[in-house]
């Protein structure tokens, strides 16, 4: 479907100092004025290629989505980028422990088909070979809103229905195929490095998973990203090196998920193509969703607030789904064939870290994505 991989391979060896300028300033208490202290203009406003003279390379820690994205994009202003991730990625498009939430319903809008099509020219098109499936939003989708039924009218607006293993597959191999970019697995960064006085963050400290006493090794970077998601350790690494912590805001619906994958019914015939069931909390919490997928096969998620999760036993799960405000989907699936287990999802606390509030920032670092912001991933 995709054509041949290229081979992505691990870091190995790496020695216990790349580069004789990486300090971890574990040693060192943070300056409190002179060339360390007072809030410094925004790196932003500076051009990149000002910033950063050609050559150089950009670390990424965490190799998901929004990690992917960024190596996408340093890979156009930097001479290497690394991109490191705890877990070793799988063959093709499976599930993977370091996104439990991707066992679960995903879905790709039309403005992000645009912008990933922007960096990936032909993403779309692949991700419709490998079977993901286009929708045509609402004409094709049978939707009940809090108020009932939506309207359903021909649109120019698609959405693309396809597993988040499926996705995150394709793009992470368009990016392995990008000349500049390597990636360390099974690899996690366990610390900042810093310069002297700790304005710039010059790398980081990294370790083999499969051996969390072993050495760290230092790797120099002139930029560092953060894109390591809801378990960020940024905030930790940045008060050890003198700048504290952010604030965080943390919202929690007590919102849970359980999904299912069936085969369709036999000569099942409907007309849409997509089911969208929404509750009305507090009276009615629970709902539910099916939405066609690569393979020939319906993605069923249902999902409760106020701590009414669905259940995932077999029973459970189709009475839950019986007892939402339509019957429509339970009448779907009722005579479908299960492909997999009911799996449940219930960390869906909405998280923002206030970056924003601190009176000092260090220099050549970024943080990105779920750890920066994380909504209940819907």
């Known amino acids: 479907m995709f054509g041949r991989c290229r081979s992505v391979k691990p870091l190995s060896g790496l020695p216990r100092r790349l580069d004789s300028r990486a300090r971890s300033g574990h040693d060192r208490r943070p300056g409190t004025g002179g060339r360390g202290g007072g809030r410094r203009a925004p790196a932003a406003e ?44 799988p063959k093709g498009p499976e599930f993977r422990a370091g996104v439990p939430q991707s066992r679960h319903l995903h879905a790709l809008l039309g403005r992000g088909q645009e912008l990933l099509e922007g960096m990936f020219p032909g993403l779309v098109a692949e991700l419709t070979a490998a079977g993901a499936v286009t929708i045509a939003w609402p004409a094709e989708a049978l939707s009940l ?24 597959w394709a793009v992470r191999r368009r990016v392995a195929a990008l000349g500049r970019v390597r990636f360390a697995e099974g690899t996690e960064a366990v610390g900042l490095l810093a310069d002297p006085d700790r304005r710039a963050v010059i790398g980081a400290r990294l370790r083999d998973r499969g051996q969390p006493d072993g050495p760290a090794a230092e790797l120099a970077a002139e930029l560092v990203v953060d894109a390591s998601g809801r378990d960020s350790r940024a905030p930790r690494w940045l008060e050890e090196l003198g700048y504290g912590a952010p604030p965080e805001t943390r919202v929690n619906a007590f919102l849970g998920y359980a999904t299912r994958y069936y085969r369709p019914p036999p000569g099942f015939a409907a007309d ?7 509750g009305v909390p507090p009276r009615h919490p629970r709902g539910g969703a099916l939405f066609p997928v690569e393979g020939d096969r319906w993605m069923v998620t249902l999902g409760g607030y106020g701590r009414d999760y669905p259940p995932t036993d077999e029973a459970g799960f189709l009475a839950y789904a019986c007892s939402l405000r339509s019957r429509v989907l339970y009448d779907a699936i009722k005579e479908a064939e299960p492909l997999t287990p009911v799996h449940g999802y219930r960390r869906t606390d909405n998280q923002l870290r206030h970056y924003d509030r601190l009176a000092r920032w260090p220099e050549r670092f970024v943080v990105t994505g779920d750890a920066v912001c994380a909504f209940n991933p819907v």
């Open 145 to 168: 809103a809090p108020a009932g039924w939506t309207r359903r009218f021909p649109t120019s607006v698609t959405v693309l229905s396809l597993t988040r293993p499926l996705l995150e």
């Open 272 to 278: 849409w193509r997509a089911l969208y069931l929404r």
């Open 46 to 89: 500076v051009p990149m290629g000002e910033r950063f003279p050609a050559g150089g390379h950009a670390l990424v820690v965490g190799g998901s989505m929004a990690g992917l994205l960024a190596a996408r994009v340093l890979a156009d202003h930097f001479e290497r980028v690394t991109v490191v991730d705890r877990d070793r990625y």
